[in-house]
DNA sequence: CTAAATTGTCCCGTATACCGGGATTCTATT
DNA sequence: AATAGAATCCCGGTATACGGGACAATTTAG
């Protein structure tokens, strides 16, 4: 018994006709993905395992809505549960498809001569990250390029402290930096900044300058000069570095260097295809 | 044997008569959610980039349906695409999660007490990895143990040619090897595996002796004995090596220290609630 | 340069797959 | 053993996603 659908055929011709902005929302697309992505979400570095109740909780979701949907997501994966009965954690899965991720940029090959031109003209070592949300990992060092395909090291640190971290989070979302403000700012030597206000401050400095700079504020000793790189959608989720200890490079250096390494920044992001 | 359903009611029967037709599975849950992962599954290191037909012709479904996927996904932040007319991709958003699997394992709390005595006690150098689908990637080690949370070095080699690769890989399911077999075998020494039915062999070796051995497959004159570490649904994810010079240990070492092995990685498995 | 073929995007009625309140079962606590 | 609280299951109703097909934007052929 099918009685619901009956709409008038003669609104149909007129359908065309009208194409208002307005009407036609950013629709985000099919609702249960939403869902999952939103429970995806929930799971941080400081909730790492959640039970059905917290997560209805954090979610707002009705309990058996929620109950059905973290099965399904079991079942593909995307999550795995302590036990039969117990709290759900991120599943493996995501761990696979993230390295995925990950050894499938472009960035790796096309970065290389660069990175390794601004070792050469610099003189001092170089470094190519990518931001996980939380760190800026490591993929590429002049003289040692990693190759993610045959295996690597890969080195990471905590955004706040480091050039290339504050070179990304300078141009990330306000969710995304949100999300990283919440987890805390550690501290690792007595100029780290950790306190959020003075970070915000930071990355509006490095954003009207177009670099960012580490005065020792991870390692003593050690300062680095970053600029951020752009994959071709314009987001930036790279950074390169040059670092040099502290009592080499005079603070006239830096505006040079910084020169050199934004030159060499937007143009491993116009490699990647960015404003192309 | 097995009972499909226990509801006997005759009331029903008018309005619902063909409940098993077509789907007698154990329900995969959410219809969409299946879809949606079998997407991101058809993304490899051998295939990064996919237009949407492309993605049609391996996925078997239909071109509006997974035109309507595929916009969602990247609403979604899981796929992202090139341009605005262009190939899919995995998304940023799958590493960043990807990381955090990896930061909230349990795994590094838990397996360094083991780690560390399984280095004293043999005097060698003890390696903790997990399993990414490719590569073995090191997420401890004696003597330096790593903090996933305060920034740190990840090593990683493919699974072929190292113990903890092989100790893992011996038993996973059929889908996870076949996948892993399709992307080829890289050499590295001249005793490295690259033929699938002798890896194959070797690996049916390895489960039936509870441990696997790598005999310079990776790097000349490194020894290797390794033995898997299940999670507590049972699943094998993890292993810890032990590595030494070949000239140190003779051919009859090997088994003693296998048992070592394997009594200090099934001690992790335990301490990770495998079992309890 | 035009035409044909291929590929991506959009529309829409229909069938179905999901929603969520509430009953039921299981586990933890007193 | 009894109670409370959480997880799981059920099922009717309806919102939702499906997919054929039209249309638009490319690319390739003529």
Redesign the interface.
């Given at each position: 018994m099918m009685i619901i659908s009956r709409i008038p055929e003669q609104v149909i011709i007129l359908n065309r006709i009208d194409r208002p902005p307005t009407t036609t929302r950013p629709d985000?697309?099919?609702k249960?993905?939403?869902k999952?992505?939103r429970v995806?979400h929930v799971?941080?570095?400081t909730a790492?395992?959640l039970s059905l109740a917290e997560i209805c909780q954090r979610t707002g979701y009705p309990r058996s809505t929620t109950h059905?949907?973290l099965?399904?997501?079991r079942?593909?994966?995307?999550l795995?549960?302590?036990?039969n009965r117990d709290r759900y954690?991120?599943?493996?899965k995501?761990?696979?498809?993230?390295?995925?991720?990950?050894?499938?940029m472009d960035l790796h090959r096309e970065a290389r001569p660069y990175v390794e031109a601004l070792g050469r003209l610099t003189g001092q070592v170089v470094h190519l990250a990518?931001f996980?949300?939380?760190?800026a990992?490591v993929i590429g060092k002049s003289e040692s390029q990693i190759d993610a395909?045959?295996?690597?090291?890969?080195?990471?640190?905590?955004a706040h402290c480091t050039s290339v971290g504050k070179a990304i989070l300078a141009y990330q979302p306000d969710a995304v930096l949100d999300t990283f403000l919440a987890e805390g700012l550690?501290r690792f030597t007595d100029t780290t900044i950790t306190d959020p206000a003075v970070l915000r401050q930071e990355l509006e400095l490095t954003r009207s300058r177009g670099y960012s700079i580490d005065q020792a504020e991870h390692q003593p000793g050690l300062n680095c000069v970053a600029a951020p790189i752009r994959?071709?959608?314009g987001?930036v989720?790279a950074a390169v570095s040059v670092s040099g200890a502290a009592w080499k490079t005079p603070p006239s250096d830096v505006g040079r260097v910084a020169k050199i390494v934004i030159h060499h920044a937007d143009a491993i992001s116009r490699a990647l295809?960015h404003g192309a």
């Open positions: 985000e697309g099919l249960s993905l939403v999952v992505v995806l799971f941080s570095r790492r395992a059905r949907l099965s399904s997501m079942e593909a994966g995307l795995d549960q302590d036990r954690r991120l599943g493996l995501l761990y696979e498809l993230g390295n995925t991720v990950l050894a499938n990518v996980d949300g939380r760190h990992v395909t045959s295996g690597a090291f890969l080195e990471s640190a905590p550690a994959d071709l959608s987001r989720f295809g």
